[in-house]
């Protein structure tokens, strides 16, 4: 009963706010400028039959939600003397169910949202915007894991307008809490924040920014352990050009990050980077940097000096010639020293032929190696990496105490949990790290890594490594071949105790064919190494065609296939999607949306089948929305199947 009160009293809401929606004036001391919303209702019924290990289930579900959204913004006698923004949606809903909450899965639902903000003086020298936002919420990652977030925040930024230096300060305070609905796992964060921004340009041929953060944050990790850091980030940035064509410039930028707390550290890093136009054809780069790096247990200062020319031969050919020295210091338990000098070469030859193009390149890099020392144990932090579906992944060191992994978000907040967020898959003396579908880490995600290592003792090495890419594209690029050739060897080894390198051949050839609404392809890729070798082939296919003014349709499909020599592991990630669109006239349309996705792996065996129907109508301002959904999931040990039907009414104002 109190949710059909609930869903009345949006109904009288919404009549309300459309009256309100018609009294906007043009003068006077509280001004209405805008109010838009709209008042939805739904009915959703649907089945599920799912299986945990020897567990089955059968259950059955019904819903009825209301739901209101309301956008507006007032103002006090002008908008620039103060402005208030409010953005705020309600959905209440009655269910009659008798299993663990089901929320949608092929949408975002809004239970709670309110988004508010009151601007002061927005356009003069100093002015004020304080805001505040709560939003409870139901979501679905990828399909396979169902969650519910609920998100408070508030604070202020603070902006100083002024000829000398613009300034921006900004306050947050949030609340972070979400739980995944079928594993139960729960995840807090309380966060304090304050950033502060400047630039300035004094001419048109520089540029200074300045910015520094300090975060104050406890993160509350599935229930295993809670981290709790203080961390503060400083950095200045200038960049000046002696020329108006910005030809000759001087950028310098220099930064400093200290964390303490659960994992204490200090990181300071300076790079100073020269452009120079030796002549027309002629341009080049000087850069030097240092880094240091200190914690509880090492020290770690590397300086760098890089340098590169650069000549272009008309338009098709272009040669680079560059050099590299860099010293790295590190102190453990004993001091240990490292040198690296490299030197190489990029020639770039691209030709016209009667059909096409000719495309060639070539690079030779030669790279001498010196380490002293004894063997110790190294911590590598916040190394980054993008996980990304159907790519191997491999951590930059060997011999990883696995124990010691530790990988979070791109920010350093939010720690990942191993086995259901990603997976470390051993190759050797290398590690794998791989993204599990439907956690925490999105698909083309970037992540820091933090985990310690055995480096190895005194060697020298030198090593060639070199590139050959040839490519063909014909017919106003219709139709392309390409061919790579990629290998690294050692001629010069004195080898130390655990030293693992990389000798390779690597040959990758394939086909594209690119008809405009047609582009595919398909990719044979051979690499022969010493510490991962594989063997894999890569197809793709993607489609667009508007068969009428009325009908579009859309197919996407990828399959990648991972066979592992030496090891006998295979990695496979396969999908593909499509969609119909096909319009009724001008205000009605039907579009239908089939997807299959399947992955095999180690520790990962996934197939993925998931398909929606809808019709849609529009008449006037009165949407209407039906519809069917299909839902088929093997994961692991589980398996869920279901099916659903829904009908909306949305009514904008």
């Given at each position: ?13 919404f009549l309300s706010c459309h009256a309100l929606a018609q009294i906007t004036t043009e003068r006077g001391i509280w001004q209405l400028n805008y109010l838009t919303g709209e008042l939805e209702l739904k009915g959703q019924y649907r089945s599920l039959q799912s299986q945990f290990g020897d567990l089955e289930e059968d259950q059955q579900s019904a819903w009825l ?569 093997l994961y692991q040990n589980s398996s869920f199947a279901f099916h659903g039907a829904y009908l909306r009414l949305i009514r904008h104002f």
């Open positions: 009963m109190n949710h059909r009160l609930h869903i009345t009293g949006l109904l009288s809401l939600l209301g739901g209101l959204k309301i956008n507006s913004r007032s103002s006090l006698w002008d908008p620039d003397v103060l402005q208030i923004d409010l953005n705020a949606a309600y959905r209440p809903e009655n269910r009659n169910e008798q299993y663990i909450h089901l929320p949608d899965r092929t949408e975002v639902r809004t239970l709670k949202k309110v988004e508010t903000s009151v601007t002061i003086l927005q356009d003069r020298p100093l002015s004020a915007r304080f805001f505040l936002d709560y939003d409870h919420h139901y979501a679905n990652r990828e399909q396979l894991t169902n969650v519910r977030t609920e998100l408070f925040q508030w604070g202020a930024r603070f902006g100083i307008r002024n000829k000398v230096f613009p300034l921006a300060l900004t306050y947050r305070n949030s609340s972070w809490k979400q739980k995944e609905i079928q594993s139960g796992r729960l995840f807090q964060m309380d966060q304090e924040q304050f950033v502060l921004r400047g630039d300035r340009s004094f001419g048109t041929r520089d540029r200074t920014e300045i910015h520094f953060s300090l975060n104050d944050y406890a993160y509350a990790y599935a229930g295993l352990h809670t981290t709790r850091h203080l961390n503060s980030r400083m950095a200045l940035e200038n960049q000046v050009y002696a020329d108006q064509s910005r030809k000759f410039g001087l950028n310098s930028r220099i930064s400093r990050y200290e964390q303490t707390g659960t994992h204490t550290f200090r990181r300071v890093e300076w790079n100073e980077t020269m452009q120079l136009a030796l002549a027309e054809k002629l341009q080049g780069m000087i850069r030097t940097g240092y880094y240091d790096l200190r914690d509880d247990r090492q020290t770690m200062g590397q300086t760098r000096l890089q340098g590169h020319i650069e000549h272009k031969l008309y338009s098709s050919l272009r040669s680079k010639a560059y050099a590299e020295l860099a010293s790295l210091k590190l102190e453990t338990e004993q001091a240990h020293k490292e040198l690296d000098v490299r030197g190489g070469v990029d020639l770039r030859y691209v030709k016209k032929i009667p059909t096409g193009t000719v495309h060639l390149e070539t690079q030779y890099q030669r790279h001498r190696h010196e380490s002293d020392g004894v063997s110790v144990f190294v911590d590598v932090i916040q190394e980054s990496h993008v996980l990304l579906d159907g790519h191997l992944v491999m951590l930059d060191q060997p011999y990883v105490v696995l124990e010691s992994v530790l990988v979070s978000d791109a920010d350093g907040l939010v720690q990942y949990q191993e086995g259901f967020d990603y997976l470390l898959l051993q190759h050797g003396n290398f590690v794998e790290i791989q993204r599990v579908p439907g956690g925490q880490i999105g698909d083309g995600e970037g992540v820091l890594v933090n985990y310690r290592y055995r480096r190895p003792g005194a060697f020298r090495y030198g090593s060639n490594h070199g590139q050959f890419r040839a490519g063909i594209r014909l017919f106003d690029e219709l139709l392309e071949f390409y061919y790579r050739y990629g290998y690294q060897n050692y001629p010069r080894l004195e080898e130390g105790d655990l030293l693992v390198l990389n000798a390779f051949t690597q040959h990758v050839a394939g086909i594209r064919v690119d008809l405009g609404f047609l582009r595919a392809g398909l990719e044979s890729d051979r690499y022969n190494s010493s510490l991962v070798p594989y063997q894999m082939m890569r197809y793709y296919l993607n489609l667009n065609l508007n068969l009428r003014t009325n009908t579009s349709l859309s197919l996407n499909g990828s399959l990648r296939d991972y066979a592992f020599i030496g090891d006998n592991g295979a990695q496979m990630y396969g999908n593909v999607a499509a969609r119909i669109n096909q319009r009724l006239g001008r205000h009605m349309k039907v579009s239908v949306e089939p997807s299959y996705l399947r992955q095999r792996g180690e520790q990962i065996e996934l197939d993925l089948l998931t398909g929606r129907a809808e019709f849609q109508a529009n008449v006037r301002q009165l949407e209407v929305r039906s519809g069917l959904e299909l839902y088929r999931r």
